[in-house]
């Protein structure tokens, strides 16, 4: 690798020179600037940044912790929050747990040994020992998607509550009354908030809350089908599904398929997140959209700021979901 000494020597000035040009810490004549730049391309010179970085306390890298990347809603996520802190002129680490609290730990611990400067942080659970404790490292952190209870930290959320209230209530508008509702797990703020919205919606309307329309899923697409027959062999069965987040409605769309139910003629079906796939899946699914560029700037804007400033007060956004209509959601009774 070629070295200051002898980008200085090819130059013909001093090390120090081509250190105050390549850090910008002290005016240099304009002519010894050009021939300092001329000489760094002769030789190929790049500068250590890494080295750089860690003399200033810095890395310019962000760790991201996912819980589970398979899931094309995070692998977008990942996507637009990569895109704003490159923009920020920040790279990412990404870690994927897998749902484990185990590997969740070691991730944090990769992290703070490659002292990254701030961490973006989608929880395994309703509960993170390890985050509580990375808290009190000072490393700043945000908090996205899921609530964490008892933890001051900064939040970026969807609003949850308002998509199945949105959800539901495209569905009633449409003549619907019995509507199913496959959740994800009950100790995940979103699919809880998501449930919260749908039980709203039918009591303001008036409809009955049956506990036999509503089944657990863990947010994957076999259990949207599992749960789809579950539902099917009722009497009579639900004529519309809110599926609270798009992989298992794409399960549940194969379970309709493969029982002769036509969507959405003889059941209509909601999902959640807006993923890309969702578009292009027959029929094409309506959904509720989760901005998920919103989500990762505003969690970037508020990880660069809590780097700048650690005394910042605990903040906390919520993103507005929005209604996307296509095929499945069906239109009047």
């Known amino acids: 690798m070629t070295t200051i000494r002898e980008v200085a020597l090819r130059a013909g000035v001093s090390p120090s020179t081509v250190s105050h040009i390549i850090n910008n810490t002290r005016f240099v004549a304009p002519e010894t600037r050009e021939r300092v730049l001329a000489a760094m391309a002769e030789l190929n010179y790049r500068p250590n940044v890494l080295a750089r970085s860690l003399r200033r306390g810095e890395t310019r890298t962000l760790g991201l912790i996912l819980p589970d990347s398979a899931n094309p809603f995070f692998a977008e996520i990942a996507r637009a929050i990569e895109d704003a802190a490159f923009r920020a002129g920040y790279n990412?680490?990404?870690?994927?747990t897998e749902n484990d609290l185990d590997r969740e730990q070691v991730y944090i611990d990769v992290f703070v040994q490659k002292q990254v400067d701030g961490l973006i942080f989608v929880a395994?659970?309703?509960q993170s020992p390890s985050l509580a404790a990375l808290l009190r490292l000072d490393l700043p952190v945000v908090v996205v998607d899921r609530r964490l209870p008892g933890l001051t930290v900064d939040t970026v959320l969807a609003d949850n509550l308002q998509g199945g209230l949105l959800a539901t209530r495209y569905l009633i508008e449409r003549g619907h009354?019995?509507?199913?509702?496959?959740?994800g797990p009950s100790y995940l703020t979103p699919s809880a908030e998501r449930v919260v919205g749908y039980r709203q919606a039918l009591i303001e309307a008036g409809i009955p809350i049956d506990e036999t329309l509503i089944r657990r899923g863990d947010f994957h697409p076999r259990s949207g089908y599992e749960q789809t027959w579950h539902l099917l062999r009722l009497d009579p069965p639900p004529t519309a599904l809110f599926v609270c987040n798009d992989m298992m409605a794409l399960g549940a769309l194969r379970a309709l398929a493969e029982a002769g139910r036509q969507v959405p003629t003889d059941c209509a079906v909601i999902g959640f997140d807006d993923i890309e796939l969702a578009s292009y899946v027959n029929p094409p699914l309506t959904t509720i959209r989760q901005d998920k560029e919103a989500l990762a700037d505003r969690a970037v804007q508020f990880l660069l700021e809590r780097i700048a400033n650690p005394n910042l007060p605990a903040r906390a956004h919520l993103v507005p979901t929005t209604l996307v209509e296509r095929l499945?959601?069906?239109t009047t009774l």
């Open 92 to 96: 990412v680490i990404l870690g994927n």
């Open 124 to 126: 395994t659970g309703d």
């Open 177 to 183: 009354r019995r509507i199913g509702c496959i959740t």
């Open 328 to 330: 499945s959601g069906g």
